[in-house]
């Protein structure tokens, strides 16, 4: 194909895996490493400007914002590998068991996804909690249904086009199962490519679940949450307009950092996309 | 290597096309009937797209996507049998391009394994096996083959290795379609030589497909000429070549002796 696909801006890309690490590194130790308690209330010393105890300040209640934008990086993150993990395992074994059997299993699955793909997420998580009460499982639930059916209708695509390679008719004539045929000639292909995907998501789902945290839908106060941090700023918005920019900082680095790192994963792991976006 | 005799009878296979009066089968392979035995070469022999490599799908039971078996049943030492035990324990298969035949993320020895974890053996026991059945097929004097990937080998080495893995199956058949197509004449030679070497000394079965008359010459006890999807006219090599009888086979062997036969 033509070699004219955007070429991988390596510093940048550098710059974003940093970010992402960095994010999750956070989100890993945050317990150990923050400053103060963040749930520690000091009603003498609110509305700090940024200082030496408070490296950020400190927020209405007089809370160290640092302290809990390191715990919410837990929260959001945390709450996104858990989505993932769990829209993974639906999409590749919806996805796969469509593609490997084919046939009436296959068209009743798709209608299925189908059906999951006309939801927006934001509709079906203000059902769930309508329905369910507000929370982050349900957030969490919410988002994975709204998910999977995009990473099954992406795995059976690629199960059906690795599935006509001559070497799975070779393995098939040479009488492996298809379990084994799956796992050894297929898989290997599918999981570039969505991991490519899987990462690209990660900024998008957390900005679903700071989103409905926000909105008073996910995360309950006082759980440091980058999305509750900013609903809770919002009525100072005009006097201490830094209680909003820090968590909404935090939430655009992290959906920017795993954003550039899923880009620059697609434009490795996936060279018939690449080839495509340079035509 | 028990079994001495496979026979398939009556195959057949169609494919379909949607009219508006409904469904309106076609027939790919009428009435197929093939009989391998061990020790013996069989060739099946035909113009493209006379139905020879769906007539060996449909004894495996591999067809591709759009056709369908109608009819016809597989004897193994005249007991009928389905075709799915078969693949990989009975009847080993060697695919006409090596280089797309083999998964490029997995090495020689990966795909060595599978077929042993098919034939049902692992570990040391299994390792020993593949070195020598790679030694069999010639490539047994450079001790990275097994390690290697299909991309660092050349055409003809991934044939041998196919060979190799049929070898590992220890299955008594092997079906052949165009085992040398993709290959050069120097390459296409020793292949055909390992192929005939393997019948007389291990008294394999063999189904070689092939448009190749040369091919049919140089190896087959038996030919079987297929045109449109039938059988048209079956018999010891020899005879055949010696007293062509139906239109198609003369005008197979014309074809080839106008191709390689200098003029006097």
């Known amino acids: 194909m033509i070699p004219t696909a955007r070429p991988v801006r390596s510093g940048s890309v ?17 317990p150990l490493v923050v400053p103060h308690d963040p749930l520690a209330v000091d009603l003498a010393h ?54 490997m059997v084919g046939g009436r299993l296959d068209a009743v699955l798709m209608r299925l996804c189908d059906v999951f793909l006309t939801i927006p997420t934001f509709v079906l998580a203000l059902f769930m909690i309508g329905a369910l009460g507000t929370g982050l499982v349900n957030v969490v639930v919410a988002i994975v249904l709204s998910h999977w059916a995009w990473y099954a209708r992406i795995v059976r695509g690629l199960v059906l086009e690795l599935k006509t390679r001559d070497y799975v008719l070779a393995a098939r004539i040479a009488g492996a199962p298809p379990l084994a045929i799956f796992a050894e000639h297929v898989l290997p292909g599918v999981v570039p490519p969505l991991a490519a995907l899987a990462t690209l998501d990660i900024g998008h789902m957390a900005l679903h679940v700071a989103g ?31 209680l909003v920019v820090w968590p909404g900082l935090a939430i655009a680095l992290a959906v920017l950092g795993f954003n550039r790192l899923g880009d620059a994963l697609r434009d490795r792991l996936d060279p018939a996309l690449v080839a495509g976006r340079g035509l | ?82 075709p799915a035990p078969l693949r ?4 080993a298969s060697v695919l006409q391009a090596p280089r797309t035949a083999f998964n490029p993320l997995r090495t020689i020895a990966d795909h060595a394994g599978e077929t042993l974890a098919v034939a049902g053996s692992r570990g040391r026991v299994g390792r020993a096996a593949i070195g020598r059945a790679l030694a069999d097929v010639g490539l047994g004097d ?3 083959v097994p390690g290697l990937y ?104 014309a074809a080839h002796r106008a191709l390689h036969e200098v003029p006097a």
């Open chain 1, 14 to 30: 550098a710059a974003a895996g940093i970010l992402a690490a960095g994010f999750v590194l956070l989100a890993l130790v945050g």
């Open chain 1, 46 to 99: 609110r509305f700090e400007a940024p200082n030496l105890v408070h490296l950020l300040g400190t927020d209405h209640l007089g809370r160290d914002i640092l302290s809990r934008l390191i715990a919410g990086a837990r929260t959001t993150l945390g709450s996104v590998l858990v989505v993932l993990a769990l829209v993974l395992v639906l999409g590749l074994s919806v996805g796969g068991l469509a593609g």
């Open chain 1, 212 to 242: 409905l945290s926000f909105l008073g839908l996910g995360v309950q106060p006082p759980t440091p949450e980058w999305g509750v941090m900013i609903n809770d700023a919002r009525a100072f918005f005009w006097t201490r307009p830094l």
């Open chain 2, 1 to 82: 290597m028990s079994a001495r005799v496979l026979r398939a009878e009556g195959l057949s296979v169609e494919s379909w096309r949607d009219t508006r009066a409904g469904r309106e089968a076609v027939l790919l392979v009428r009435d197929v009937s093939l009989e391998m035995r061990v020790g013996e070469v069989l060739a099946l022999v035909g113009a493209s797209g006379s139905g020879k490599s769906l007539a060996c799908a449909a004894l495996l039971d591999v067809l591709p996507p759009g056709t369908r078996r109608r009819g016809g049943r597989v004897l193994l030492d005249g007991a009928e049998t389905e």
């Open chain 2, 88 to 91: 990989g324990r009975v009847v």
């Open chain 2, 142 to 144: 450079d001790p990275r």
């Open chain 2, 150 to 253: 299909p991309f660092q080998m050349s055409g003809g080495m991934l044939q041998r290795a196919m060979i190799a893995l049929a070898l590992l199956s220890g299955a008594p058949f092997l079906v052949a379609d165009e085992p040398t197509t993709d290959l050069d004449l120097v390459a296409q030679g020793r292949i055909l030589d390992l192929l005939a070497s393997l019948v007389r000394e291990r008294g394999l079965g063999l189904l070689i497909v092939t448009h190749d008359l040369g091919v049919v010459a140089r190896l087959a006890d038996r030919v079987a000429v297929m045109e449109a999807g039938r059988i048209v006219e079956a018999g010891p090599a020899a005879a055949l070549f010696a007293d062509p009888r139906e239109p198609t086979t003369r005008a197979l062997l």
